[in-house]
């Protein structure tokens, strides 16, 4: 850690301001101050003890309130993403470290952390050890591991027409989500997609659909680090484009497909020695299903069978079983 030495005059800290930042990666835990903007400010209690905060030598750049602060705690920010529990943060930092602007955790994952408190350190970047009611509040949900990496919001990008026959040409499939209204169903269709090697995600840009938010990268559990998620203006549209790539472009119904399907490189062929398309499997809204615009530009169009007991699965259980049987069986 740097070894700041008094020189030249500093502010005096009021005794009713006590503050205390994680900065042991591996042993006991211990606390030192932190200078920083105090809207951020967290107050260690209980077995975590504050010393008083290291002197900046004169003439140094000060460290001016960082505005990424605003947010940090209780309530949404438009340019933040809250990342939680510890399988989820582990993959985030495995993937892009760098992108973790604060990090926060309680005292049980305090010795789970150290590799990331050190690289955060090296960064000058904030991470500390808080109660679990505080990691509560700059969760946003009770739900939080124990741990909270705070991130900026990956942008999302409308493919090119060069983009979808560059995949198709290394026969990589595509989830495309229609209308997926609840970020919990997203967060498990992008963890079912990750484990079985989809690469990619499309959503549409459309008010009814979830964007992979907190809840959604909470339920995915890490799923979203192993997944590029795409924003198109319209699947009508793109589902055509997918055709025109090379896709066999597979709609899911409640009623009315089938599963299986063209085996070769043009429907109804299936000729073993034709390399099979590459699938764009297209999941419908969670109490509509496709759109018809949608459905009508799709290849085909499959249903699970079942008992005919309940009209159909949830979307993500029939999003893990079709993955299976359409991309799954491939590999």
Same mark, same amino acid.
Request: proline content about 9%; hydrophobic content about 40%; aromatic content about 4%.
């Given at each position: 850690?740097?070894?700041?030495?008094?020189?030249?005059?500093?502010?005096?800290?009021?005794?009713?301001?006590?503050?205390?930042?994680?900065?042991?990666?591996?042993?006991?835990?211990?606390?030192?101050?932190?200078?920083?903007?105090?809207?951020?400010? !967290?107050?260690? *209690?209980? +077995?975590?003890?504050?010393? #008083?905060?290291? @002197?900046? =030598?004169?003439? &140094?750049? /000060?460290?001016? %309130?960082?505005?990424?602060?605003?947010?940090?705690?209780?309530?949404?920010?438009?340019?933040?993403?809250?990342?939680?529990?510890?399988?989820?943060?582990?993959?985030?930092?495995?993937?892009?470290?760098?992108?973790?602007?604060?990090?926060?955790?309680?005292?049980?994952?305090?010795?789970?952390?150290?590799?990331?408190?050190?690289?955060?350190?090296?960064?000058?970047?904030?991470?500390?050890?808080?109660?679990?009611?505080?990691?509560?509040?700059?969760?946003?949900?009770?739900?939080?591991?124990?741990?909270?990496?705070?991130?900026?919001?990956?942008?999302?990008?409308?493919?090119?027409?060069?983009?979808?026959?560059?995949?198709?040409?290394?026969?990589?499939?595509?989830?495309?989500?229609?209308?997926?209204?609840?970020?919990?169903?997203?967060?498990? !269709?992008?963890? *079912?997609? +990750?484990?079985?090697?989809? #690469?990619?995600? @499309?959503? =549409?840009?459309? &008010?009814? /659909?979830?964007? %992979?938010?907190?809840?959604?990268?909470?339920?995915?559990?890490?799923?979203?680090?192993?997944?590029?998620?795409?924003?198109?203006?319209?699947?009508?549209?793109?589902?055509?484009?997918?055709?025109?790539?090379?896709?066999?472009?597979?709609?899911?119904?409640?009623?009315?497909?089938?599963?299986?399907?063209?085996?070769?490189?043009?429907?109804?062929?299936?000729?073993?020695?034709?390399?099979?398309?590459?699938?764009?499997?297209?999941?419908?809204?969670?109490?509509?299903?496709?759109?018809?615009?949608?459905?009508?530009?799709?290849?085909?169009?499959?249903?699970?069978?079942?008992?005919?007991?309940?009209?159909?699965?949830?979307?993500?259980?029939?999003?893990?079983?079709?993955?299976?049987?359409?991309?799954?069986?491939?590999?």
């Amino acid at each position: 850690m740097p070894n700041f030495s008094q020189s030249g005059p500093r502010s005096t800290p009021r005794p009713s301001e006590p503050r205390g930042e994680f900065v042991a990666p591996s042993g006991p835990v211990r606390l030192r101050g932190t200078a920083g903007d105090r809207r951020e400010e !967290v107050r260690p *209690t209980g +077995a975590l003890r504050a010393t #008083p905060a290291p @002197v900046r =030598p004169a003439g &140094a750049e /000060a460290t001016a %309130p960082s505005p990424e602060l605003k947010g940090s705690r209780s309530g949404p920010a438009r340019d933040e993403l809250k990342i939680c529990g510890l399988a989820a943060v582990r993959a985030r930092f495995a993937r892009d470290p760098n992108s973790i602007m604060r990090l926060f955790f309680d005292l049980e994952r305090s010795r789970q952390v150290g590799v990331m408190s050190k690289v955060l350190a090296q960064a000058k970047k904030i991470y500390r050890c808080v109660e679990p009611a505080e990691l509560e509040k700059i969760a946003g949900s009770i739900h939080h591991g124990g741990i909270v990496a705070v991130v900026a919001p990956a942008p999302l990008r409308a493919p090119t027409v060069d983009d979808l026959r560059a995949w198709a040409r290394r026969g990589e499939s595509l989830l495309v989500l229609d209308r997926i209204g609840n970020a919990h169903t997203l967060g498990a !269709v992008a963890r *079912t997609a +990750a484990f079985f090697g989809v #690469p990619r995600l @499309v959503i =549409p840009d459309d &008010a009814a /659909a979830a964007r %992979p938010n907190d809840a959604a990268h909470r339920v995915a559990e890490g799923g979203f680090e192993h997944l590029e998620v795409w924003r198109v203006p319209g699947l009508a549209a793109f589902a055509r484009e997918l055709v025109d790539a090379g896709y066999d472009v597979v709609g899911a119904a409640t009623r009315g497909g089938k599963l299986g399907g063209p085996k070769g490189g043009k429907p109804g062929e299936g000729s073993p020695a034709v390399r099979p398309k590459p699938i764009a499997l297209v999941l419908g809204n969670e109490e509509q299903g496709l759109a018809p615009d949608v459905a009508a530009h799709c290849t085909r169009l499959v249903t699970i069978p079942g008992s005919g007991k309940v009209e159909s699965l949830n979307v993500s259980v029939a999003a893990a079983v079709l993955m299976w049987e359409l991309i799954g069986r491939r590999g």
